[in-house]
């Protein structure tokens, strides 16, 4: 996800990929737009590591472009949390207790669409028992898996990314940036747009797999009462011969190549390996 502002303030890109970060550059080197800022999403502990930022950070400088500057979403973790308290005590958000499976049920309900209710039991529980229970998860009083802090918005809507999404989630593992500090995590859909409005962006660019979640993201802000980026999505880009999806790519990472090197040769940044120059990169990129 990509985004820019005017101004003062900035052409974030949320580090993925070439083609969204050159988008970015490019809509940053417009009249007014002249500061660009790189943003890592980095809200779930265990898909960070050290080793990609280092490397997502070295391809950003090795195609030119220069953000003034970097940014991850953990340092807004706390603000996270107030604002999903300011959430809880407007009725907008419940501590529920279904399992990974129980809300995946609840799902195919809403999907069936047959008289039954896809509603958590937890749904309608009072603000203060929420706002207890989201201190017992802050606290390390739950084991993963068994507490989560879920968005109350429309069970029944059309758009299914408003079935009351997860805002909140355990997770026991130690983050690169903020260490043991916290045992639970925002989730990607409740933060990106929050900190989007919190960075003063003005355009939020992303491929068209998160059109749908526009809704969300919109919702989101109008509860708090934030600042509204405008969102725009494009089609993501396809190469003949190269992998550029990230879920093919991490199932061959581990068991089929040795280190990042392997895996820069199988999405594209032989470019950079060969002796094809940067610009023709950039140039690919950016169609």
Known sequence: MCVATRHTHACTCAC???RTRAR????AQLPGLARATCRYDDTNPEAENEVYIRSQADNVAWMGW???RVTHSSDYFDELYELAIKLIKKGKAYVCHQ????MEASREIARARDGRSPNSPWRDRPVEESLRE??????GGYETGKATLRLKIDMTSVNPTLWDPVAYRIK???HPMTGSKWCIYPSYDYSHCIIDSLEHIDYSLCTLEFEVRRDLYYWVLEQLDLYRPYVWEFARLNITHYMLSKRKILKIVRPC???STCVRALVGVPERCSSRPRPRVCSVACR
């Open 257 to 259: 190549t040795r280190g």
């Open 134 to 139: 989201f201190e017992v998860m802050k606290s």
């Open 66 to 68: 220069k953000p003034v």
């Open 99 to 102: 399992t990974k499976e129980q």
């Open 16 to 18: 993925a990929h070439a």
């Open 172 to 174: 026991y593992v130690p």
């Open 24 to 27: 970015t550059t490019q809509l």
